[in-house]
């Protein structure tokens, strides 16, 4: 356990931030994915009543699924990190996100 601001941070807590950057990412790529691959569009709108019911339901349950794992690794003591090396991926995983998309979007034929 690491300790911010007097507080101890739980594996849970590093497993489920760490989680939460990683989930982010791959939303992005699915995104990109997804308006770039016809036929990956077509699939994700069929699975569901529409495509982004479908992306939804894959990044809430990748982040549910990753959260639960990454806090039960080293005999459940969770991944060795700093508080302030997690806030940083999760800042950075968003500030990625917000540019590529905004990029993509701004300049997609």
Not at 47 to 55: A, K, V, Y
Request: proline fraction near 2%.
């Amino acid at each position: 356990m690491y300790v911010m601001n007097g507080k101890q941070l739980s594996a849970t807590t590093v497993g489920f931030g760490l989680s939460t950057a990683i989930a982010s990412i791959l939303s992005l790529l699915l995104v990109l994915v997804k308006e770039t691959q016809k036929p990956v569009f077509t699939v994700m709108a069929n699975l569901t009543s529409h495509h982004w019911i479908t992306h939804g339901l894959v990044v809430v349950v990748l982040f549910v699924v990753l959260g639960f794992l990454l806090s039960k690794v080293n005999g459940g003591k969770g991944i060795e990190l700093k508080p302030k090396a997690l806030v940083c991926l999760i800042a950075s995983a968003a500030v990625l996100n917000f540019v590529v998309l905004s990029g993509f979007y701004l300049f997609m034929d």
